[in-house]
Structures are given as structure tokens and as C-alpha cells.
């Protein structure tokens, strides 16, 4: 009963959804599996459209190989940054990737370092790899999210809406469990249970839909970088609301401000305008 996910008001009800697999006495977490399913369909999606562009998929296999490795060592560090409190007393576990704790803006703002380094040494256009690598992302991150579905993390606050999600209180970290989520816990067969917003689910349909935009608009861009500022604007705008539904929300420390809302919001205001700006250029050349 411990691992079993419902959502009551869709009519869904999964009584045995585990977090992991064990092949040989080695278990091995859905969430990794997932992640890596992302990480493979963002690179071939990438070399497609670089293909389509008349590059050569072959700079963006190789690219990949430093950018995810250093995009996931970003979005850890992001992470550990913000969640100092859980690690400080067990060092150790900050190199447990396991069960999750990886902040999608810290492995972005790695990867855009990574591009920006490769393009110089490879003497490519940055942001066109921008353009071409952003298709593959926002595809990954519309995948990779699903790995929280599993771990049963990444989740709001109380609700009984339609998508409403329930979970058994063991199943999830108390620290995500909210006094309102308390106040509505129910019990059957001698589980408690909690139901919870699926901000995860939220923000995987947003990346899907982003990507058909994106998809349907990359033969419209007007200047090179306009499709990954567009990406930037477009998951900016969805993660500053979805981050506000969330309750394990990284927070500036000392204070009660979502670091990755703030930064979605600034970056939805940065990009528009360089939007804007690179659109107008382009009119007056």
C-alpha cells in the first residue's frame, strides 16, 4: 500500500509504483533511468536538427559528452547550494544522485557555459549551438521530469482539484509535507495519506508544449539565439508559476524567496528584451 499512487479525481489508481529496479542485487532508481532516457532523446533530437540546418550532428554528439556531464555537476551544485541544511551533516551523500536533488537552472546555466566554451574551441557559432541544443533540452527536461513522479517529490500544496495526486505520508520526505497538507491526511487499511498538486506533471506538459512551439517556429527565427531565448522566455514563464505551487522550493538563504522563481522571473524579463532587440536589428540591416 506504501507504493501506491493515485489520482482519485481521473479515476487513476497504481497500487505498486516502486523507485527502482534490482538487476543483479544492484538497484537501480527509476529516477536515473529516466534522467538518462532524457539526456539520450535531447542529444539525438539536437543532432536531428543540426542535421536539418546543415551542420554536422557529429559536433553535437561530442558536445554532449561535456555537457551533460557538467550540466548535471551544475544542477547538483545549484541544488546542494540551496539545500545546505540536508547535506551539511553527511558529505557523503551529496554525491547520491540516486533519489534525486538536481535543480534543472543550475544544469542549465552549466550547459550554456559548456556552449559557449565548445563554440570557441571548435570556432562554431554559439548561438546557433544555442538554438539547436535548446530544442534537445526543453525535450529532456519534458521527459526527466516524470523521474519525480517516481521518487514522489516535485509535487504543491493540498488540492482536490481534477489532477489532485494522493501519497502514502511514508512515501515522501516530511520536510515536503505542508500543515494544510496535515489537515486533509487520510487513513485506510493503516496508511496515512496526502494529496498533493503534481507541479511535476504541470511542468512536463508545459516543456512538451513549449517544444511543439518551438518546433513549429524554427523555421520563422529571424536571427540566430532567437529560438533558445524563446525557450528561455517560454520555460521561464512556466516555472515561475509552477515554482510557486511547489513546496520543497530552494530558498535564498536567510530569507523565504524561491531562488529559482526569482531567477525564472528575471530571465523571462531578460530574454523578452533581447528578443526584442535582436528582432530589431534584424529590421534596420
Given at each position: 500500500m506504501d507504493k501506491m499512487i493515485e489520482f482519485p479525481n481521473l479515476g487513476i489508481h497504481l497500487s505498486n509504483v516502486g523507485d527502482h529496479i534490482t538487476v543483479f542485487g544492484f538497484d537501480i532508481a527509476y529516477y536515473g533511468m529516466i534522467i538518462g532516457a532524457a539526456?539520450?532523446?535531447?542529444?539525438?533530437?539536437?543532432?536531428?536538427?543540426?542535421?536539418?540546418?546543415?551542420?554536422?550532428?557529429?559536433?553535437?554528439?561530442?558536445?554532449a559528452i561535456y555537457a551533460v556531464i557538467f550540466s548535471i555537476i551544475g544542477a547538483r551544485v545549484y541544488y546542494v547550494a540551496f539545500s545546505w541544511d540536508m547535506y551539511k551533516d553527511d558529505l557523503k551523500s551529496i554525491f547520491n544522485l540516486r533519489q534525486g536533488g538536481l535543480a534543472i537552472y543550475g544544469g542549465v546555466i552549466a550547459a550554456v557555459i559548456t556552449a559557449i566554451l565548445y563554440a570557441k574551441l571548435k570556432k562554431m557559432s554559439v548561438t546557433l549551438i544555442f538554438d539547436t541544443?535548446?530544442?534537445?533540452?526543453?525535450?529532456?527536461?519534458?521527459?526527466?521530469?516524470?523521474?519525480?513522479?517516481?521518487?514522489?517529490?516535485?509535487f504543491g500544496e493540498y488540492t482536490d482539484g481534477l489532477f489532485a495526486m494522493r501519497l502514502p505520508v511514508s512515501a515522501v520526505r516530511s520536510s515536503d509535507i505542508t500543515e494544510l497538507m496535515r489537515q486533509h491526511i487520510e487513513k485506510a487499511d493503516g496508511i496515512s495519506y496526502i494529496q498533493v498538486t503534481p507541479a511535476f506533471l504541470y511542468?512536463?506538459?508545459?516543456?512538451?508544449?513549449?517544444?511543439?512551439?518551438?518546433?513549429?517556429?524554427?523555421?520563422?527565427?529571424?536571427?540566430?539565439g532567437e529560438v533558445f531565448l524563446l525557450y528561455l522566455f517560454g520555460y521561464g514563464l512556466g516555472r515561475f508559476w509552477i515554482e510557486g505551487l511547489r513546496t520543497d522550493q530552494l530558498l535564498i538563504p536567510g530569507t523565504e524567496i524561491p531562488v529559482s522563481q526569482m531567477l525564472a522571473g528575471g530571465i523571462v524579463i531578460i530574454s523578452l528584451l533581447m528578443v526584442i532587440i535582436g528582432r530589431s536589428r534584424k529590421r534596420r540591416s
Open positions: 539526456i539520450l532523446t535531447g542529444i539525438f533530437i539536437a543532432a536531428a536538427e543540426a542535421r536539418r540546418t546543415g551542420q554536422n550532428p557529429e559536433d553535437y554528439f561530442d558536445f541544443a535548446g530544442l534537445g533540452l526543453v525535450a529532456g527536461q519534458a521527459i526527466g521530469r516524470w523521474g519525480n513522479f517516481f521518487n514522489r517529490e516535485a511542468e512536463s506538459v508545459w516543456c512538451l508544449i513549449l517544444l511543439i512551439c518551438l518546433l513549429l517556429y524554427r523555421r520563422h527565427k529571424k536571427f540566430n
